[in-house]
């Protein structure tokens, strides 16, 4: 193994890199840390601590109550703000809750919108947060849960008397792309609703909700976005469904006219509906901030650059021998890599005291890297899978 090849290699690529000087955007107090866990949280933008700053106090501290006069609709502001990253328009997205709560909302109002229905589908390998909203929604309207038969998948699954299917577009262990288009498609050739999570997609690969004709879609801000930890989740339905949507997690900012106290319940048009109690206005301008950064820079340069460095990690990891089941084509992955190991929990916090590298780990054997297209170097990628062949070496 060429050490000094590879990094020279890496270097190279980090000076062709188009997107190289977005990194000086964010708060990077250890520029020789290998940060791999941007696909779980993305890291601090300058403009983050700025504002963050400015609002407690110029609008919390000196504006008090007044400041609500402009931040009552910030979830809406925020909404369009991250809809181009999917492909939305205006007045299709809302940042508001948490992605799980996002998630119950729009399974009651998808099971609401298809009466008659049996079940709910979920993949049982899907991320926690979506297979617990699907049994308890499930359970909660009296339908069963429906995985797909030993060895199948959701696109194999018959979907006649399915309510919803909930399905990640990136799944988190191994970066695989779902087919939006086609499954989507195949949903609703049986009379179902798709909820994608997005929540590793956005910001990472390019998502064009409308052409794929998707009805509902969740998402967070706080993995690729750069939102900072608990940013607010988001939620998307298309516009010409919103306003069928009925949900029971109901409150006073989803209301019309909010300050009417005494009427009866009136949602919002659009799909501020979704909109549930007071909201954060500290995490939501921190996720605006990350949202920007993202939004100036286009969905379209941020999936080149992840493809370029997941491209170069799958080269290394083939070079250097080590085992990964993410898909060699660049379009039906992510912008992470799943490097598998029986002892890849110990190498995970081997890379972190040993080499400055920090990545993450998945059950079972699952070391993940994630490649974040706006703060990921090269070196960075080089420095990480040298480490883990390594630390693998040591355990031979």
């Keep these: 193994m060429d050490v000094d090849a590879i990094l020279a290699e890496a270097t190279r690529l980090d000076g062709d890199d188009p997107l190289a000087s977005q990194r000086d955007r964010f708060v990077i107090p250890d520029p020789d ?9 993305g890291m601090t933008p300058r403009t983050t601590v700025h504002r963050i700053h400015e609002v407690m106090n110029d609008e919390w501290a000196d504006g008090l109550i007044r400041s609500w006069a402009h931040w009552l609709d910030m979830p809406l502001t925020a909404g369009d703000e991250l809809a181009p990253l999917i492909g939305a328009n205006d007045g299709e997205v809302v940042v ?33 947060t979506d297979r617990y909203a699907v049994a308890a929604v499930a359970a909660q309207h009296g339908l069963s849960v429906r995985n797909p038969s030993p060895g199948t998948s959701l696109d194999e699954t018959d979907l006649n008397g399915c309510a919803a299917v909930v399905r990640s577009l990136v799944d988190y262990r191994s970066a695989a792309v779902a087919d939006l288009i086609g499954f989507t498609k195949h949903a609703e050739r049986a009379g179902t609703l798709v909820i994608w999570d997005l929540s590793h997609a956005v910001g990472a690969i390019e998502v064009d ?7 509902m879609a969740v998402g967070c801000t706080y993995k690729f976005l750069n939102g900072g930890p608990g940013a607010p989740g988001f939620s998307f339905v298309r516009a010409g469904l919103v306003e069928e949507v009925d949900h029971p997690i ?20 659009g799909v501020g ?20 950064i993202s939004a100036e820079v286009g969905a379209p340069a941020l999936a080149s650059k992840s493809r370029a460095l997941t491209t170069f990690a799958l080269d290394l990891v083939d070079r250097l021998g080590l085992l990964s089941d993410t898909d060699r084509d660049p379009h039906r992955r992510g912008a992470h890599v799943a490097v598998r190991h029986p002892d890849a929990e110990a190498i995970n916090t081997a890379l972190a005291t040993s080499h400055n590298v920090v990545a993450d780990y998945r059950r079972p054997d699952v070391v993940r890297l994630g490649c974040s297209p706006l703060t990921t170097r090269f070196v960075d990628v080089a420095r990480a899978i040298v480490a883990l062949r390594l630390e693998i070496d040591q355990r031979a």
């Excluded at 840390?33 to 949280?41: F, I, K, R, V």
């Excluded at 909700?209 to 009805?215: F, G, R």
């Excluded at 509906?273 to 920007?292: F, K, N």
Aim: charged letters at 20%.
């Design 33 to 41: 840390l290998a940060y791999l866990d941007g696909n779980s949280l």
């Design 96 to 128: 508001h809750d948490s992605t799980t709560i996002n998630l119950h909302q729009l399974l009651h109002a998808a099971v609401a919108l298809r009466p008659g229905s049996t079940h709910i589908a979920v993949d049982p390998g899907e991320f926690p």
């Design 209 to 215: 909700l409308p052409a794929a004709s998707v009805d």
């Design 250 to 269: 109901r409150g006073w900012f989803g209301q019309d006219d909010q300050f009417d106290m005494d009427a009866d319940w009136r949602p919002k048009p």
């Design 273 to 292: 509906r979704l909109m549930i109690g007071t909201p954060s206005i500290l995490s939501l301008e921190a996720a605006r901030c990350g949202i920007a």
